[in-house]
Structures are given as structure tokens and as C-alpha cells.
């Protein structure tokens, strides 16, 4: 048997079987990260961290709703004690969970260029993937007081030698796959060809895929792993069709998605008979001025907005809020 690679489009055999009445379920991922400027360059300083403190208004808001978020950390956020002063508590009480999140050019050891390239993880020699991956579980872990087990790769830049670098941590759980988008034009790994629908990379150490939620909605979707790749550099013609009502690709994030949106995805999903539903956002979209997405206070408001609709639609339609403990319990071997 060949080593675990996220990279490799599972066989029929390899998807999760969860036990009955498990699904269906959803997950909040945090992508909790530094501030910076995303139309410059990379840069291993320079960024800030004006945010963190407000993931203690976004958790208090979760927990009105009865939902446990899973904040996926980064080196910078993990050593500064203000995360810890904002979600430690919930964390330690088991309202809050955390996970793994590595961004290469914050990450010591500072040993590669800093450029496109190498911001994927995977890309870069395996040693030194593994190096920075193990310094920023054990930050993470010493902040925290628990071991992290879940991760997400920054840029979703998993590569061939991440899946054995996972499991000889004992990381349950990956989350970096966003299927049905490519970002091999930038030198990234392409998703495109990817379920969606959770596969053990490796059953036997119990590393689980667990893929961010994207669907296609409209009267072509059956066709949507074919026909949207081929519009990818035409993208008036993209967004022809979905005004159409004829093809359009959501993905579950409140970051460029609006509600409606949202909700024809989560139908879509539900109607694809998803286990769990894995959504996703940034965590500098909580104090504006440091993402495109949230730009003022009025765009703030939107986006608590954005999730207290989904919430709620989420329990009209009977999913079940849950986390990285509930999903691997449930997860049949």
C-alpha cells in the first residue's frame, strides 16, 4: 500500500460511512489567520492582529444557536495571547474547537523564498513541510492545553507528502480540499475532479477528508463538473447562467455568497444526501477594513447576518449542528 495522498481522487470504497441518523450535519470552520493585505505580495512580517479579540463576540454568537465553531489557527494568531484570552475558555469547556492552519510564509522555519510558489505547503520539500506543520501543532497545543485534530492548509496548498505528515501527528480530520475549484494556475493543487462528500485518505490510521462544501445549482448542474471548468476564462458567460438560473457554482462561505445563495446551496447539498456540510470564512472579516468581504460596519452586520438566516434554515431543514469529536465518533472504520 502506497503512502495516504490527499491529492488522489478517491475510489468508491474509500467514502465515509457514518453511523444511522448521524447526518445530516453542519461545521463552522474559522480560517483564523493575520491580517494582511491580500493584493500585495506575501511577506513574512508586516501583517497585524486587530481582529482576534472579536472571535470572543463571534463565539458568543455561535453559542446562541447552539453551534460549536472550529477555529483552524495559523502562527501568528497561535502565538498571541489574545486568542487565547478570546476562545481559550470555550475551548477548554468544549464549546469551541480548534485545528491547524498553515500558512508557509508566517510559519518558521524561515528557511524557503517567499513567493507564490512556495505560500502552497505542499509544494515545498517535504522535510520543511512537516518542520513548519509540527512547530505550529505544538504552539498550538501549548496555548490551548489539547492537541489539535483537525487541519486545513492554507490556500488549500496540501501536496503529495501532506496526508503521511497528518497522519504521524494524529490528525483526524483534513479539510483542505475545496472541490470543484483549481488553483493549478498559481501552481496550487487542482480540486476540481474532488468529491465532496467525505473519503478516508487513510482508513487505517483513521485520516479522514472532510471537503469544504461547493455545489453546483441550476438546470445544468448534472453537467457542472464538465461545463464549468470550460467557462472558467469566460466568466460573463458564467455569469449568464447563473442569472439564468441555469448553472452556477456556491460555495458555503458568507465571503462573496449571499444568503439566497446560500440557501440554494445548502438545498442542493442536501438533495446530493451530504453527510455533513462544511462551511467556511475568514476570521479578519470580523473587524472591517481587513478583507474585500466586510469592508465597513453596515458589511459586519451583514455577514452576523448572513449566518443567523443560514442558522435558522439550517434548522428548519433539520441539520444538526456538530464537530470534529461527533463526526470521527460517528465515522464507521
Not at 85 to 104: D, F, N, S, T, W
Not at 244 to 259: D, F, K, M
Not at 287 to 316: K, N, Q, S
Request: aromatic fraction near 10%.
Amino acid at each position: 500500500m502506497g503512502k495516504p495522498n490527499i491529492l488522489d481522487v478517491p475510489a468508491n470504497g474509500d467514502f465515509v460511512r457514518f453511523a444511522e441518523g448521524f447526518g445530516p450535519r453542519f461545521i463552522v470552520t474559522v480560517d483564523t489567520e493575520e491580517e494582511f493585505d491580500w493584493g500585495k505580495p506575501f511577506e513574512r512580517t508586516g501583517h497585524s492582529l486587530d481582529h482576534v479579540p472579536r472571535l470572543a463576540k463571534f463565539q458568543q454568537f455561535c453559542e446562541g444557536f447552539g453551534v460549536c465553531p472550529i477555529y483552524l489557527i495559523d502562527y501568528p494568531v497561535a502565538t498571541d495571547p489574545q486568542a487565547v484570552e478570546a476562545i481559550g475558555a470555550a475551548v477548554a469547556e468544549g464549546r469551541a474547537e480548534i485545528g491547524v492552519q498553515l500558512h508557509p510564509w508566517v510559519s518558521p522555519p524561515h528557511e524557503e523564498e517567499v513567493n507564490i510558489h512556495n505560500s502552497f505547503a505542499g509544494n515545498l520539500p517535504p522535510e520543511l513541510e512537516r518542520a513548519k506543520f509540527r512547530k505550529l501543532r505544538d504552539e498550538i497545543e501549548t496555548a490551548f492545553g489539547r492537541p489539535p485534530l483537525i487541519y486545513r492548509a492554507g490556500r488549500y496548498g496540501v501536496g503529495p507528502s501532506s496526508g503521511q505528515m497528518l497522519a504521524d501527528h494524529s490528525i483526524a480530520i483534513d479539510t483542505s480540499v475545496r472541490a470543484r475549484f483549481d488553483y493549478s494556475s498559481h501552481g496550487g493543487p487542482n480540486f476540481r475532479d474532488h468529491p465532496v462528500r467525505p473519503w478516508w485518505i487513510d482508513r487505517r490510521q483513521g485520516l479522514m477528508e472532510l471537503p469544504l462544501t461547493t455545489v453546483f445549482w441550476g438546470l445544468l448542474r448534472q453537467q457542472g463538473p464538465l461545463l464549468y471548468p470550460a467557462m472558467w476564462r469566460v466568466p460573463r458567460l458564467r455569469g449568464a447562467l447563473a442569472r439564468a438560473g441555469l448553472l452556477e457554482r456556491i460555495p458555503l462561505t458568507p465571503e462573496g455568497v449571499s444568503v439566497e445563495e446560500a440557501i440554494k446551496g445548502i438545498d442542493m447539498a442536501l438533495d446530493e444526501e451530504l453527510p455533513v456540510l462544511v462551511f467556511s470564512f475568514h476570521s479578519p472579516s470580523l473587524r472591517p477594513g481587513h478583507t474585500p468581504y466586510v469592508r465597513d460596519e453596515d458589511e459586519l452586520d451583514a455577514l452576523y447576518d448572513w449566518w443567523r438566516t443560514v442558522f435558522a434554515y439550517l434548522a428548519r431543514r433539520k441539520v444538526r449542528p456538530t464537530n470534529v469529536r461527533e463526526i470521527m465518533a460517528a465515522a464507521q472504520i
